[in-house]
């Protein structure tokens, strides 16, 4: 079910649902020179997008309709569990995806677990969907990395919907698990520097604090001309 990410790309724009993309001048991706990597419904709102990942593909046993119902030259995968006979009914599969194995640090009685990008090229470490496109990236081999719209810092809505709450099912969890997040993130960091890798935060007001920052627009425009 499982196979490895044998793509390679050198320069890779990651596009998130933070609400810092509110009022982006999305024409700027004509200028992009490189892959677009997206996740989950932004893959709806956005004109161009390469790659599609999730680390969320089943909700109540239903496959996400983005899966179902692909963009045209968009490239799909989906990071999914170990397939049991218990399991199995929650999650279901559809033809024309890339499946990867979905890696879930075991909890520890201290601390956030080991979220360490993983090397087999068949496997992601869950996060939340935009660090699995991270993940994803690194398996490209990727020199240069900008990532937009990764906020994780508390925001109402996303950018293309700013009147729905953003994972509302989650209560009250859900601001604990964001304080977790950019401690995620930090545990990629000397990965990408033994591959000389950069990466650009391009959301200024994001929680995730290893990476420089710019505003979308410089950050996009850095990609550009590197």
């Known amino acids: 079910m499982f196979r490895e990410v044998i793509q390679r790309h050198d320069k890779v724009l990651i596009i998130g649902g933070g609400e810092s993309l509110i009022g982006f001048d999305w024409s700027l991706l004509n200028k992009w020179n490189g892959v677009i ?106 020199k240069l990395i900008v990532m937009l719209g990764v906020d994780a810092n508390g925001g109402y809505g996303h950018w293309y919907d700013t009147s729905d709450p953003y994972n509302k099912d989650w209560k009250g969890k859900f601001a604990k698990y964001q304080e977790k997040i950019p401690k995620i993130y930090r545990q990629s960091v000397e990965q990408f520097k033994k591959r000389g890798t950069v990466v650009i935060n391009g959301s200024p007001l994001s929680s995730i604090d290893c990476f420089d920052k710019m505003t979308p627009e410089e950050a996009i425009q850095y990609g550009i001309t590197r």
């Not at 046993?61 to 045209?72: A, L, P």
Request: charged residues 25%; glycine residues 8%.
């Open 37 to 142: 990597v997206t996740v989950n419904n932004v893959i709806k709102h956005i004109p161009r997008a390469d790659y599609w990942i999730t680390v969320d593909p089943t909700k109540g046993g239903v496959v996400q309709d983005n899966m179902s119902n692909r963009k045209e030259g968009c490239y799909y995968f989906a990071c999914y569990p170990q397939i049991t006979d218990e399991n199995r009914e929650w999650y279901p599969t559809e033809e024309g995806i890339h499946y990867l194995e979905r890696i879930v640090p075991e909890k520890p009685e201290e601390g956030i677990g080991d979220f360490s990008l993983q090397e087999d090229r068949d496997k992601i470490t869950t996060g939340d969907s935009c660090y699995g496109a991270l993940g994803l990236a690194y398996h490209f081999e990727a």
